[in-house]
């Protein structure tokens, strides 16, 4: 069974940062491509960024040049490094693996950017 746990979120000023971790279970880690998506009140989920097993990365263009995804293979551990956080930037921060043609979910952590 695959299990993913989000923390780190918090509240944080405009400007400041703060890093995302999620630690998952139940799968070979090393071998699946991890993301990080948001949800914003009323919005639909997106996209935030996206490691693959090689380390290759992709972002959202909202986020790029200021969030930086990362993973440890070794504690089985993707990380979600946010600088520069804009108000725009408030959601519940989701961990996802497409794992036997199932999206896995973990349960989220808020971010909120405020002053």
């Known amino acids: 069974q695959v299990q993913l746990v989000e923390s780190g979120g918090g509240l944080v000023q405009p400007g400041g940062s703060l890093r995302l971790s999620c630690a998952a279970s139940?799968?070979?880690?090393?071998?699946?491509?991890m993301g990080w998506y948001r949800q914003a009140p009323g919005k639909q989920r997106e996209l935030v960024a996206r490691i693959l097993s090689g380390g290759s990365t992709k972002y959202a263009d909202a986020v790029k040049g200021r969030f930086t995804v990362s993973r440890d293979n070794a504690k089985s551990t993707v990380y979600l490094q946010m600088n520069s956080l804009k108000p725009e930037d408030t959601a519940v921060y989701y961990c996802?693996?497409?794992?036997?043609?199932?999206?896995?979910w973990g349960q989220g952590t808020q971010v909120t950017v405020s002053s």
């Open positions: 139940g799968i070979i880690f090393s071998i699946y491509p």
């Open positions: 996802n693996v497409l794992y036997g043609g199932v999206d896995n």
